[in-house]
């Protein structure tokens, strides 16, 4: 047990140093055990169902009275189906494949050397997080497959909930015969103990937060440790032209409302002004009670349209809000989505190939799309299990970051003898 009358400092050195301790047992420690790890609790989450409920329910109610909006309480509910959900998503992390120990390339040198780059555990692992009570069960699968120890620090907001789901984690995990200090939840909701975790480089190898703007910048500005993450997630959907009209709206309709508050919701529709259907799809989102802010054009569509603001292009509105701007096919597209994404998921529809092809390879994003909803922007549906989160920088790992996004690699050389001259 922390004492909580401790330094932010002597909290985290602590903790550090017990998931120093806890990563060199996992990194020896054979994947059957770790899947077994996982698979014990994945059902510690379904047998704890009544008492994570109970205590999510303490957090929901805290969260009405001190005002959270819709799109942030809607990120801290759970259910008897988002707990299944959540334990399927641990299990799931149990059939992938390991990544450890896996050969990336190998080679032999002209004098003989023998050279091989391995995947190996990243070490320890520190996640900041907000709301989102599954992102513990997910976090610690992850890291733990993949052989890492983790210190989650979760928010204030969901911090029953966030108990009780590492209490059953820790209880799989310790069922195992591994570590239970190899998944620590930060015992106090402490603001200060943020700053010390960012600071804490002798005990924490990568940093991923995950929640709003505001935390993420704090992250990025503080952080000693090397940080994995995404600032906003202004992402487009462009209409084309060529877009088969049915296609158009179902796919815009889902990227935007399915549920407004992920970050791989669109933010802004682009439209060809070649599009001859861009009344309906317009008439379509404000039909489905979304506000539409759009440019002169759009405005002209429908008297309902909010007339946009420079400021909306460059907006994560995470709400039943939408941008909408015409343009000149797909090169302005190109152009306007380079001005004001944040390189997260860009999408085009359109039945040209051609088209769809200049898109894909001119628009710098971690996830690039051709008639897909950008909602599939989520590791569980590219197939990776659970998620850690998305990253859109352009070292180690971009986009949904899984296992391997969790791995780092070292050079093993195999020699007969040689001395170089």
Same mark, same amino acid.
């Given at each position: 047990?922390?004492?909580?009358? +401790?330094?932010?400092?002597?909290?985290?050195?602590?903790?550090?140093?017990?998931?120093?301790? #806890?990563?060199?047992?996992?990194?020896? #420690?054979? $994947?059957?055990?770790?899947?077994?790890?996982?698979?014990?609790?994945?059902?510690?989450?379904?047998? /704890?169902?009544?008492?994570?409920?109970?205590?999510?329910?303490? $957090?929901?109610?805290?969260?009405?009275?001190?005002? @959270?909006?819709?799109?942030? *309480?809607?990120?801290?509910?759970?259910?008897?189906?988002?707990?299944?959900?959540?334990?399927?998503?641990?299990? /799931?992390?149990?059939?992938?494949?390991?990544?450890?120990?896996?050969?990336?390339?190998?080679? =032999?040198?002209?004098?003989? *050397?023998?050279?091989?780059?391995?995947?190996?555990? *990243?070490? =320890?692992?520190?996640?900041?997080?907000?709301?989102?009570?599954?992102?513990?069960?997910?976090?610690? #699968?992850?890291?733990?497959? #993949?052989?890492?120890? &983790?210190?989650?620090?979760?928010?204030?907001?969901?911090?029953?909930?966030?108990?009780?789901?590492?209490?059953?984690?820790?209880?799989?995990?310790?069922?195992?015969?591994?570590?239970?200090?190899?998944?620590?939840? =930060?015992?106090?909701?402490?603001?200060?103990?943020?700053?010390?975790?960012?600071?804490?480089?002798?005990?924490?190898?990568?940093?991923?937060?995950?929640?709003?703007?505001?935390?993420?910048?704090?992250? +990025?500005?503080?952080?000693?440790?090397?940080?994995?993450?995404?600032?906003?997630?202004?992402?487009?959907?462009? &209409?084309?032209?060529?877009?088969?009209?049915?296609?158009?709206?179902?796919?815009?309709?889902?990227?935007?409302?399915?549920?407004?508050?992920?970050?791989?919701?669109?933010?802004?529709?682009?439209?060809?002004?070649?599009?001859?259907?861009?009344?309906?799809? &317009? !008439?379509?989102?404000?039909?489905? !009670?979304?506000?539409?802010?759009?440019?002169?054009?759009?405005?002209?569509?429908?008297?309902?349209?909010?007339?946009?603001?420079?400021?909306?292009?460059?907006?994560?509105?995470?709400?039943?809000?939408?941008?909408?701007?015409?343009?000149?096919?797909?090169?302005?597209?190109?152009?306007?989505?380079?001005?004001?994404?944040?390189?997260?998921? $860009?999408?085009?529809?359109?039945?040209?190939?051609?088209?769809?092809?200049?898109? @894909?390879?001119? =628009?710098?994003?971690?996830?690039?799309?051709?008639?897909?909803?950008?909602?599939?922007?989520?590791?569980?549906?590219?197939?990776?299990?659970?998620?850690?989160?998305?990253?859109?920088?352009?070292?180690?790992?971009?986009?949904?970051?899984? @296992?391997?996004?969790?791995?780092?690699? !070292?050079?093993?050389?195999?020699?007969?003898? /040689?001395?170089?001259?």
């Amino acid at each position: 047990m922390n004492d909580l009358t +401790q330094t932010p400092e002597m909290l985290i050195a602590q903790m550090g140093a017990r998931a120093r301790r #806890a990563a060199a047992l996992l990194a020896p #420690a054979g $994947d059957a055990q770790k899947v077994d790890a996982l698979r014990r609790a994945a059902q510690a989450l379904r047998d /704890q169902a009544p008492a994570i409920l109970a205590a999510n329910a303490r $957090d929901m109610d805290n969260g009405i009275d001190n005002g @959270l909006s819709a799109a942030m *309480l809607d990120r801290l509910r759970l259910d008897e189906d988002r707990i299944a959900a959540m334990a399927a998503g641990v299990d /799931q992390v149990a059939t992938l494949d390991n990544p450890l120990g896996s050969v990336i390339d190998s080679s =032999v040198r002209p004098n003989g *050397l023998e050279l091989s780059r391995v995947r190996v555990p *990243l070490g =320890v692992i520190g996640i900041i997080y907000e709301s989102r009570p599954n992102v513990t069960a997910d976090a610690a #699968a992850l890291c733990l497959r #993949a052989g890492n120890a &983790v210190i989650l620090r979760g928010g204030s907001e969901a911090k029953e909930s966030n108990r009780a789901i590492h209490a059953a984690m820790a209880e799989g995990i310790a069922a195992a015969g591994l570590p239970a200090d190899a998944v620590q939840l =930060v015992p106090t909701t402490d603001r200060a103990v943020v700053g010390a975790l960012l600071r804490a480089s002798d005990f924490v190898d990568l940093i991923v937060p995950r929640g709003g703007k505001s935390l993420v910048a704090r992250v +990025q500005e503080e952080a000693r440790v090397p940080v994995l993450a995404h600032l906003d997630g202004i992402n487009h959907s462009y &209409v084309d032209g060529a877009a088969d009209p049915a296609m158009a709206e179902s796919l815009v309709m889902n990227a935007k409302l399915r549920r407004t508050g992920v970050c791989g919701s669109t933010e802004t529709v682009l439209i060809d002004r070649a599009y001859s259907h861009a009344p309906a799809l &317009v !008439k379509a989102l404000l039909d489905a !009670k979304c506000e539409v802010r759009g440019d002169d054009a759009v405005q002209a569509m429908d008297d309902r349209v909010v007339a946009a603001s420079d400021e909306d292009w460059d907006t994560e509105y995470l709400d039943a809000i939408v941008s909408i701007r015409l343009v000149d096919g797909v090169e302005e597209a190109i152009a306007h989505i380079a001005a004001h994404a944040s390189h997260h998921t $860009d999408a085009i529809i359109t039945e040209d190939a051609a088209v769809a092809e200049r898109f @894909l390879n001119a =628009v710098d994003s971690a996830i690039v799309m051709w008639n897909a909803s950008t909602q599939f922007a989520d590791g569980g549906e590219f197939g990776l299990g659970a998620e850690i989160g998305i990253s859109t920088g352009r070292l180690h790992a971009r986009g949904p970051v899984a @296992l391997e996004g969790l791995t780092t690699y !070292k050079w093993i050389v195999r020699g007969r003898g /040689q001395a170089r001259p």
